[in-house]
């Protein structure tokens, strides 16, 4: 399901619990309910553990004449394994809030309102001992979310989403979406997400062209962790050729591939912390491959994960007689990938997709005596 840029609300439920409510085709949220939590009680999946809570929800209340606002600051776990994180918000020195949460993997829980403008520093610390900070700045007219990712055992990042259309005039051959003839349409128009890892503000221009004709075309200036969205870009299927060019920086451009079964399309550019762009389809960067051998002796295999002709992640490893092991392969960005299993018995390859809301979650790769086998299951919201 598309998450609403006019809704602030907590972070979405993990995609494991995502994946359970959503249809498994050959080939994650769709239809309204998609997202709901899968028990029906409406009760966040996460284990919670608070320790002190003073959120400040109702700071505006402190000065009758302060207009609120509406910010939020959300977390969510990225990782495959349990984690424990603490976040403190202090505004001029003075702590206003201090949440401790565990989070189940691949899950969010963290939800604090702040309703007054001002400068706040926000620190995020997981047990490891691993932390982060970041300056917050919620002007009078302020309307979006902070939100504090866990993207690995020891290392938690921040992003900042601003409500609304970064370039609402960016159509330049009519009204978007735009359509391709005799296309099928996808069940939602496809969007645009612009990303800037870099601490400080960049300023890029992102085009998309169908054949000849370039239909869309922003230039939007990003603060530093910042990420902008832009929706109703595309209203059908097809490949769209996309150029990113960013001032005093880098260039790249990405064929956009929108079957006609990808219901819920999303563009991800992105721009790494030295100004260079990235783009993909997803925002996900790695996979967790089964690898089962059913046989009676042990096998080796080889797995590379490639970009185009490109590798981008490779490994090999031995599976015990009747066992099955998990690995994981990583990726820059969410895209299209061919995942090569290679033993000495033959070789097998699939092209795989790490789209958002289209993707093929867990992949098996079973050794048989004949060779590996890939079996990709894709998960698509409805």
């Given amino acids: 399901m598309q998450l609403s840029d006019t809704a602030l609300v907590t972070e979405p439920p993990s995609r494991r619990s995502v994946l359970g409510t959503c249809a498994g085709t050959l080939g994650v949220g769709g239809l309204a309910g998609c997202l709901a939590p ?15 809570s003073s959120e400040t ?23 495959d ?13 003075e702590r206003i809030a201090e949440r401790t949460e565990t989070f189940e993997a691949d899950d969010g829980a963290l939800d604090v309102a702040i309703a007054r403008p001002g400068d706040y520093t926000v620190e995020a610390r997981l047990d490891s001992g691993a932390s982060a900070t970041f300056d917050w700045e919620i002007g009078t007219e302020y309307d979006g979310r902070l939100a504090v990712r866990i993207t690995g055992p020891d290392q938690v990042v921040f992003r900042e989403k601003l409500r609304g259309s970064v ?47 370039t239909y869309f075309e922003c230039t939007a200036d990003v603060g530093g962790r910042q990420f902008v969205s832009n929706g109703a870009v595309t209203a ?3 490949t769209y050729a996309v150029t990113v060019d960013v001032a005093d920086g880098g260039s790249t451009e990405y064929s956009w591939q929108v079957p006609a079964e990808y219901n819920w399309p999303k563009l991800f550019v992105v721009v790494d912390e030295d100004g260079d762009p990235l783009v993909g389809c997803g925002g996900r960067s790695e996979t967790s491959l089964v690898v089962e051998n059913p046989t009676n002796e042990s096998q ?22 009747d066992s099955e092991t998990e690995h994981t392969l990583s990726f820059p960005i969410g895209d299209f990938y061919t995942l090569r299993a290679a033993t000495d018995a ?25 060779g590996p086998q890939i079996e990709p299951v894709t998960y698509n919201c409805e």
């Fill in 38 to 52: 899968s028990d029906g009680s409406g009760a966040n999946r996460s284990e919670r553990r608070t320790e002190t």
């Fill in 167 to 213: 370039c609402e005039n960016a159509g330049t051959n009519g009204d978007l979406p735009f359509s391709v003839p005799d296309a099928e349409e996808t069940y939602q128009p496809g969007t645009v997400e612009i990303r800037n890892d870099a601490k400080s503000a960049m300023t890029l221009t992102v085009s998309i062209a169908h054949e000849e004709t």
């Fill in 346 to 370: 033959g070789t097998d390859a699939e092209t795989l997709a790490y789209c958002d809301c289209y993707e093929q979650f867990s992949p098996t790769v079973t050794l048989g005596p004949d």
């Fill in 81 to 93: 394994e349990n984690a424990t994180l603490t976040v403190t918000v202090r505004r001029s020195g």
């Fill in 57 to 79: 929800a109702s700071e505006a209340s402190e000065s009758p004449t302060a207009q609120p606002v509406e910010a939020r600051l959300t977390g969510i776990n990225e990782i």
């Fill in 236 to 238: 059908s299927a097809g």
């Fill in 300 to 321: 080796s295999v080889d797995l590379t994960l490639l970009r185009g002709e490109d590798p981008v992640d490779d490994g090999s490893i031995t599976v015990e007689p």
